[in-house]
């Protein structure tokens, strides 16, 4: 029998903008998976992107497809959110394994339109995840979505995220100290954080 978050994610696929599984409780998982529908030949089907290393990796599935890989994703994660043109929701994985719902309005945006290739920039710190940093920061809501006055600031966050990521895949090199001058609010360097020990999972 299929879990709520499944069952709710099949039912979501008619309108389905995307759906975000984040922050796996495995090191060696995908840090992030990412569903979205697209249009490949005039068909609708469904794009499982991957990322693992700073690589991204896509499949194309059909509905049941995509619901037997989800299912192998349940549990995985700590946090998932399910975004169609109408609705969101947030689901939080409680410690006995289930996931626990929270709903939302949805940005303003076409519903159920599959996307085509050609999408908007991929940034490196998603709308959908959970980054208390952002939050507090008043970039994201407290149910992970930005802020449409903070947009900007969050264009700039990403460029600075991916800045350094450069830096250091460019460096060779497998281990990174940063160190806070204690300049400012210093939130930069809590997102420096998140990204490094969360969503690479580095220690």
Known sequence: MASRLISDLEAALPGLVKAVFSQPLDNTADNRVIVRPVLIKKRRCFQLERFRDNKAFHRNLGEEELIKAAGELDGCYRQVLIQTGSDSAQYSLRRNGSYKKSLSAALPRPGGEAESHNREKAYILREGENIPALVDLGVFTRDMKIVRAKYDKYKQINRFVELIDQEFSQ??????????????????????YYYFSVKKAWT
């Open 171 to 192: 460096s060779g090199r497998k281990r990174i100290t940063i160190l806070d001058f204690g300049c400012g609010k210093s939130y930069l360097t809590f997102i420096l």
